[in-house]
């Protein structure tokens, strides 16, 4: 084989006078030399020199490139006076936006880079957000609001009349201003669109389900007053800070780099130094001036220009944010919250004089609503306390749930892919050694080797019973299929006869259609299907390929086509091995919800993919994975450019015949379709299978349960415990950033400015905070469940309720709650306290002791959950929205954890039931407002328990309690023949 060399070998040296090549790379006058070395038509190596004649630099070079720049910008601003704003600035939109782009890129690299255990997730949002309408529109805004500010301002200070460096210095200003009110608009248009986007679903789809309703309201419910007064105030004066702060560090730079550059030794340096020469030829300089003549390269050095303005003001802001957005929460939110705190107490005051049993909708309504903020502007309070760690925090465990939603997504495709091949594989062995008669293949799913012919054809007269109908394609595929066939063969007899009115061609074919669909075969009624959606396919083409929509089929055959697939249903027959497996893991309802939260990237350029489904992406892990499970990451200077994403490990053995197949593009139009080394995917699959992983379908298997899970263990989940070590030091660094939070060790800085903070009712640490606002609720609980008359809060004396009363003054039930939320023991405001609520009291600080402890007990962890979701229902018994309807043993609970349960409950003895009430009274409103609380404020403590968790030990631990937690749930079950469905 031959090989061709190219060697480039440059040397500089001093400019002198000309002469021959010396050793040293230049010429005796020199000058530098290029020595070339190439190979000539035999291959034998010839050698050569070439020299260069260096450019002279003149000393005035950059200031005649800053002239030219500031020609430029004049006719710029001439041209955008001529255009107008809007127009000038549209134009710029798409060039702009690139800009900002990569001026945020940037600015985001630089801070991870820097803060390598910060948020790990800030680039990947980044890279999405240029895809995202929303980020977007919230650019144009900033770009439309900043012109319209520049050449408002500009206007008013009559630049014209100035002389060029003080107008020069004028611009400045008014950029960054600019920047600082676009950023301003720009934030408000983006949280209006991410509010529109919230009803996207209610608005445009109709969808009035309760989840779609919630999320609509929730998201509107946000713009008050009071909040984006809350939301904006801080951000304004912070990029005020910023423009401030910028204009100066431009400012100064500026006048730096001018003295240096003006200085008779740059002046001596530019004049006879070549290395000095070269490196203004870096900056543009002679390169410019000789051969761009003012076009391209001036264009690029704007472009740098901006992105740096950008880049500056970004940076600066995000570092300034971090010092004045506290200081300036400290006086505001406490301010805000006093009004909140008595406005509630009011309404506390007025049930007690009513004895809580008012029977006005309105006062339980607004009782309730005052609670809900309450919980609502506590939150807030914590985030601000945790504001250094709280973005870091949810990004880590952002980061970790997707990969732990990824390996359980990953685990159940290749379980349910493992089992149902041994079962398949057995079945089938059993029955060719006469072992089992041939019908027992129809009463297993013959997965993954299984076609599905009728996919997504109606089931007929029938309906799904227990759960939906795309869910029985994996939980009992026989039963729907046959339904479907039936479905099949009657539509195909129905439309018999009826092109007769045709023309020749066209009923030629329709009647072809209809003769595969009652042939009853199903390959060949599976043809007939995908005949039927090719000729529609082919109508929709020829509409819309020309303005007149103008079609060859006539309206009568279109007309009979659209309503034959419509009485069957919406036919897309997978008539591949491995593609019916695939289709149905993706369609059951739980692994949609687990493929929502993995949030797997369905394409790789570097590794050649690119898939509709996460379902495909696994079937080609399995194939074309590596041997072992891996984090796959793309980084640069240790910055994650997305979140590693889990890929499990190949289902085959080793085989170098695969290569070409795996090395290849791949989409799931041609995955199941194309042939390696020769073989059909089925074959080849079957031939490589890795049966230590499957079983020995040969034998009856009694640990065939374990055979998959020891290869799991082994192969996939052993190999990333080592990469999760890898984040446990850079967590560990935020972690303790949010423990100090969370109790109250500040830094000096933070003690400082936390003392800003007066009100009587917010404290300075998240603890205390979260202590009062659960106190807060069981005194709401301790007095709805509290029956006939009741007194008078005990430490409110004789003397002080008339006091009160004369002056219309209402005792200060917030203050008591304050105050009581620090002591360790329960003491209700009233003179009656329920065991009920003292157990919960006690349940919830016991919360606490969970967090301080590093080395976490799941089992005790769980089992206390358990025992608080049992005290919370017993208070539900108490206020009479629930009751227990029977007791349970462990034994006969049924564990399932493809899907969290509605409620939220742990599983417990006890089982409680709702009781149905058409309205509920005044307590019993605010007893569940109060519950609802609690659930937050556990919520909320349960979360910060799972962040001090290592990541390496959290693959276990999250599995565990997700186990633990929603086992109450039961997915519909496998039925037989004759239950799955019934008649309408």
Not at 4 to 12: A, D, E, H, N, R
Not at 24 to 46: A, E
Not at 211 to 225: D, F, G, H, P, R
Not at 654 to 660: F, K, V
Request: hydrophobic content about 40%; overall charge positive.
């Amino acid at each position: 084989m031959k090989h061709f060399l190219m060697s480039w070998i440059l040397i500089f040296g001093s400019a002198a006078f000309a002469g021959a090549p010396q050793m040293d790379g230049t010429t005796t006058d020199g000058k530098p030399v290029v020595m070339l070395v190439l190979p000539d038509s035999d291959n034998h190596v010839k050698a050569g020199a070439v020299t260069f004649e260096t450019t002279p630099q003149r000393a005035d070079a950059l200031t005649i490139l800053r002239n030219e720049l500031n020609r430029q910008a004049a006719e710029h601003q001439a041209q955008n006076e001529k255009d107008g704003v809007f127009k000038s600035t549209t134009k710029r939109f798409p060039a702009e936006s690139v800009s900002f782009f990569i001026a945020i890129g940037a600015v985001t690299f630089n801070s991870m880079w820097i803060k390598s255990h910060g948020d790990p997730t800030q680039m990947t949002r980044h890279l999405e957000s240029i895809k995202d309408p929303i980020a977007h529109l919230s650019f144009y805004a900033f770009m439309q609001t900043q012109g319209f500010y520049m050449d408002f301002r500009s206007r008013q200070k009559g630049l014209n009349a100035m002389d060029e460096n003080t107008r020069r210095q004028m611009m400045r200003r008014l950029s960054y201003q600019g920047m600082a009110v676009g950023s301003l608009a720009s934030s408000i248009v983006a949280d209006l669109g991410h509010s529109a986007k919230q009803c996207v679903d209610t608005w445009l789809k109709g969808k009035k389900d309760e989840y779609s309703l919630m999320a609509c309201n929730e998201a509107w419910s946000q713009w008050t007053v009071r909040n984006k007064f809350s939301q904006y105030f801080p951000q304004i004066l912070t990029m005020w800070a910023a423009q401030a702060a910028t204009e100066f560090v431009e400012a100064r730079g500026s006048a730096a780099f001018s003295r240096v550059s003006a200085s008779a030794f740059m002046q001596k340096i530019l004049r006879r130094e070549f290395l000095v020469n070269s490196a203004y030829k870096i900056v543009g300089a002679d390169t410019v001036m000789t051969f761009a003549g003012g076009g391209w390269f001036l264009k690029s050095i704007k472009v740098v220009g901006k992105v740096t303005r950008f880049s500056m003001f970004v940076g600066i802001d995000q570092l300034l944010s971090n010092y004045t957005y506290r200081p300036i929460n400290n006086l505001l939110k406490p301010m805000l919250f006093d009004f909140d705190v008595m406005s509630l107490n009011n309404s506390w005051s007025q049930a007690d004089r009513a004895n809580w049993n008012s029977t006005n909708p309105q006062d339980a309504e607004k009782f309730v609503k005052k609670i809900k903020n309450f919980d609502k502007q506590l939150q807030q309070w914590r985030a601000h306390l945790n504001q250094d760690a709280e973005a870091d925090l949810a990004g880590w465990m952002e980061q970790t749930k997707e990969i732990l939603n990824q390996i359980d997504y990953a685990y159940k495709f290749y379980k349910g892919f493992s089992n149902s091949m041994f079962e398949t594989l057995q079945i089938g062995h059993q029955i060719h050694t006469n072992q089992l008669n041939h019908t027992a293949a129809t009463v297993i799913t013959r997965y993954p080797l299984r076609t599905l012919p009728f996919y997504g054809v109606k089931p007929g007269a029938y309906q799904a019973i227990g759960a939906r109908l795309e869910d029985f394609y994996l939980i009992d595929p026989n039963e729907l299929a046959q339904r479907q066939k039936e479905h099949v063969l009657s539509m195909g007899r129905q439309y018999t006869g009826r092109a007769n009115d045709l023309k020749q061609t066209e009923k030629d074919y329709f009647n072809r259609i209809v003769t595969k669909l009652k042939s009853g075969n199903d390959n060949t009624m599976a043809s007939g299907l995908n005949d039927l959606n090719r000729v529609i396919a082919e109508y929709q083409r020829q509409v819309t390929s020309n303005k007149a929509g103008y079609s060859s089929h006539s309206t009568a055959y279109v007309t009979l086509l659209y309503g034959l697939k419509r009485d069957l249903g919406n036919p897309q027959p997978v008539i591949y091995p491995f593609a019916g497996y695939v289709q149905a893991f993706s369609a059951y309802e739980a692994n949609q919800v687990t493929a929502k939260a993995a949030g797997f990237g369905k394409w790789s350029i570097s590794q050649k993919y690119r898939f509709n489904k996460e379902a495909d992406l696994m079937m080609y892990q399995l194939i074309c994975g590596n041997e072992k499970g891996r984090l796959h990451k793309i980084q640069l200077a240790g910055v994650n450019f997305t979140t590693p994403q889990f890929e499990p490990p190949t289902l085959l053995k080793q085989d170098r015949n695969r290569d070409s197949f795996c090395n290849s593009w791949r989409n799931t139009g041609d995955l199941y379709s194309t042939q390696i080394a020769g073989k059909s995917l089925r074959d080849y699959v079957l031939a490589n299978l890795n049966y230590g992983a499957v079983g020995d379908f040969r034998t009856m298997d009694s640990e065939k349960m374990t055979v998959f899970e020891r290869w799991w263990l082994a192969k996939a989940k052993a190999p990333l415990q080592g990469q999760f070590k890898e984040f446990d030091q850079k967590y560990k660094r935020v972690v303790d950033v949010a423990y100090n939070n969370f109790f109250d060790h500040r830094s000096f800085y933070k003690w400082l400015v936390d003392n800003l903070n007066q009100s009587r009712y917010l404290p300075k640490s998240m603890e205390s905070s979260l202590k009062f606002e659960s106190n807060l609720y069981l005194q709401l609980l301790n007095r709805s469940v509290m029956n006939g008359q009741v007194a008078t809060p005990r430490e409110e004396s004789m003397l002080s309720r008339i006091w009160n009363t004369a002056t219309i003054s209402p005792f200060n039930y917030m203050q008591y709650v304050r105050k009581d939320s620090e002591k360790d023991n329960y003491n209700s405001m009233y003179r009656n306290s329920p065991a009920e609520i003292r157990r919960l009291h006690q349940l919830l600080n016991g919360y606490f002791d969970f967090f301080r402890n590093p080395n976490l007990n799941f089992n005790n962890y769980i089992a206390h959950s358990k025992k608080l979701d049992i005290a919370i229902n017993d208070v539900l018994v108490l206020a009479g929205l629930k009751r227990v309807a029977g007791e349970q043993f462990e034994d006969d609970l049924i564990l399932d954890q493809s899907a969290p349960a509605a409620t939220g409950t742990e599983n417990s003895q006890k089982v409680y039931e709702d009781v149905q009430i058409s309205q509920p009274n005044f307590k019993q409103q605010v007893a569940i407002a109060a519950v609802q609380g609690v659930r937050s404020v556990e919520a909320e403590i349960r979360r910060f328990i799972r962040m001090r968790v290592a990541l390496a030990q959290t693959l276990d631990f999250e599995t565990a309690e997700f186990m633990n937690d929603y086992n109450n749930t039961v997915a519909p079950r496998r039925v037989g023949h004759g239950h799955a469905y019934g008649g309408n």
